[in-house]
């Protein structure tokens, strides 16, 4: 069964960092795109970033260009998520997905949504 457990969230203060991983079970990971999404509360679902196949291609929402660097490792079947100079706003619920980066950040191309990790930035 295809399965993506997301991991690394917490509870840290506005400029910290955070590295949030996605592991997958059911399938390899070196064979799709990965997009990471993350909802706060009270709003919508938004795209964060997203990485190929091969990770050589990569996008990120303009809130976080220059924060956040997505990458993979497809030995270990993980896509990670490096999160600096955190931000209150960058609170809510993380998401890791299978899906095509040159449709990112259509949500409805992706699939497989794991359960998510919790994050939240005191100011």
């Known amino acids: 069964q295809l399965q993506l457990v997301e991991s690394g969230g917490g509870l840290v203060q506005s400029g910290e960092s955070l590295r949030l991983s996605c592991v997958a079970s059911?399938?390899?990971?070196?064979?799709?795109?990965i997009g990471w999404f993350r909802q706060a509360p009270g709003k919508e679902r938004e795209g964060v970033s997203c990485i190929s196949r091969g990770g050589g291609f990569r996008k990120y929402a303009d809130s976080v260009k220059d924060r956040f660097t997505v990458f993979r490792d497809n030995a270990k079947n993980t896509v990670y998520l490096q999160m600096n100079i955190l931000k209150p706003e960058d609170t809510g619920v993380y998401y890791c997905?299978?899906?095509?980066?040159?449709?990112?950040?259509?949500?409805?191309?992706?699939?497989?949504w794991g359960q998510g990790t919790q994050v939240m930035i005191s100011s």
């Open positions: 997905t299978v899906g095509a980066c040159s449709g990112w950040p259509r949500q409805d191309l992706f699939g497989s």
């Open positions: 059911g399938f390899t990971l070196d064979y799709p795109d």
